[in-house]
């Protein structure tokens, strides 16, 4: 039986795309979060395409993301400083601030 409240989905892209960010914490989930917008531009430009191309405009938001849209493949995309990897070598360590 098909799930009714997918057509929700559809209707209120902000919860489509964030249940599709998996069980991410922290910095990670944050820089996530911010590409809704980026992901956005890129759904409406594909709808852009289509009909430059003389179709109708028929992706839909969440089939977009299941073909386009992994939350993995971002994070590693994504500078390291933005997820909260590798933070450490950001600052050096105080020992090789002197001279001793």
Known sequence: MANPFLDW???APE???M?????????GLNYLQNQYQPWMNRYQ???GQQV??????TIQWSDFLKQNFNPY???LRAPQY???????????????????
């Open 73 to 75: 493949r971002e994070l």
């Open 19 to 27: 249940s599709s960010l998996g069980n991410f914490r922290g910095q």
């Open 45 to 47: 430009g594909a709808l």
């Open 52 to 57: 430059r191309g003389g179709q109708d405009p």
């Open 82 to 100: 933005q997820t909260g990897r590798g933070t450490q070598n950001l600052f050096s360590s105080p020992r090789y601030l002197y001279n001793f």
């Open 9 to 11: 989905l559809e209707e």
């Open 15 to 17: 919860l489509s795309f």
